[in-house]
Structures are given as structure tokens and as C-alpha cells.
């Protein structure tokens, strides 16, 4: 009877593994520190059997010793990235968080879709909402979409930089 492979290793808890085709693209050295440290956190609670993740902007705040608003602008980026993607929005009035889905981790029984693998630095415009496979759980703030904004500032710069040009 052959033995059983035992690790020299006890690690209680197990561990948690990223993919290093994942580790190693432009799309995860574009993110900033606190979304790059938010994503071993997310796949800690991550469990195959429900796949979706309850995980407030509040406790990721907390988990990473940071600010509601910079723990927030880490899930926006890892959702603009291809990391995450909103399964349900939030439920603030019955103390419900966003429900995640890790794209590079199986999801109800399907092979991972890997969206960051896909991620383009945008220069000119963002994708438009109804491009998206998933709308946008960030762009509403007051009643207005933000992105619009940021689409404008984009533009004047790349205006600018034309007109420089010509010159």
C-alpha cells in the first residue's frame, strides 16, 4: 500500500493561493495597493459552495486598516480591473453588503471568466454601461453618474495634449 503525501508544513487553515498568470499581468500591477491587498482578503471568505461574496465596503475597511473611502475606491477599482463582478446590489436598509463573485475563481459550478485577462488601460473613454456585462454599482452618486466626469476630464486632457502637438 503506498503512503500518504504529508507536508513537512502544518498550516493550520490552509492557504490561500493566487493564480500566477493572475499575479503576473499588467492588469494587477495597474491596481493600487489597497485594492492589490483587498483581493487575498476576498478570497479568504470566498467558499465554492456558495461562490458569491457578502462583503461590506465597511469591513474591507476595517480588514485593511484604511478608510471607508479608500477601502470603497479599491472595490471600484477591482470591479473596473475584472477582478469582481456585483452579483446583488446591497440592501443598506436591512444591513445587507454587495455580493461579489471573484472572476478568477469558479463560480456555481463554472470555470472562472477571468475579465481582468481582458483589461485595456483606457486613455480616450471608459466602456459604456451597456457594453458591460455587469452595470456599474459605483457610477450612481447623488443622483448622478460620475463617470461622466471623469469621461469630460479625460477628454480635456487629451485635447490638450493634441493641440501641443500640432503646435
Not at 473596473?80 to 463573485?101: I, T, Y
Not at 452595470?135 to 447623488?142: C, Q, V
Request: charged share 25%.
Amino acid at each position: 500500500m503506498a503512503k500518504k503525501h504529508q507536508s513537512r508544513f502544518k498550516r493550520p487553515g490552509g492557504i490561500i493561493a493566487l493564480p500566477r498568470e493572475m499575479i503576473r499581468s499588467p492588469t494587477y500591477h495597474a491596481l493600487g495597493l489597497p485594492a492589490r491587498n483587498l483581493i487575498p482578503i476576498l478570497q479568504d471568505v470566498w467558499n465554492p459552495s456558495e461562490g458569491a461574496i457578502h462583503y461590506s465596503v465597511e469591513r474591507a475597511a476595517t480588514a485593511l486598516k484604511v478608510s471607508k473611502g479608500t477601502a470603497s475606491k479599491a472595490f471600484k477599482e477591482l470591479w473596473e480591473h475584472g477582478f469582481l463582478q456585483c452579483v446583488n446590489e446591497s440592501d443598506w436598509m436591512n444591513g445587507k453588503a454587495r455580493e461579489w463573485r471573484l472572476t478568477w475563481m469558479e463560480f456555481q459550478g463554472r470555470e472562472p471568466t477571468d475579465e481582468w485577462a481582458h483589461w485595456q488601460e483606457k486613455i480616450t473613454s471608459s466602456v459604456s454601461e451597456a457594453e458591460r456585462s455587469t452595470p456599474n454599482p459605483f457610477s450612481m452618486k447623488n443622483g448622478q453618474d460620475s463617470t461622466v466626469h471623469i469621461e469630460k476630464r479625460s477628454q480635456r486632457k487629451i485635447n490638450d495634449l493634441r493641440t501641443l502637438l500640432e503646435a
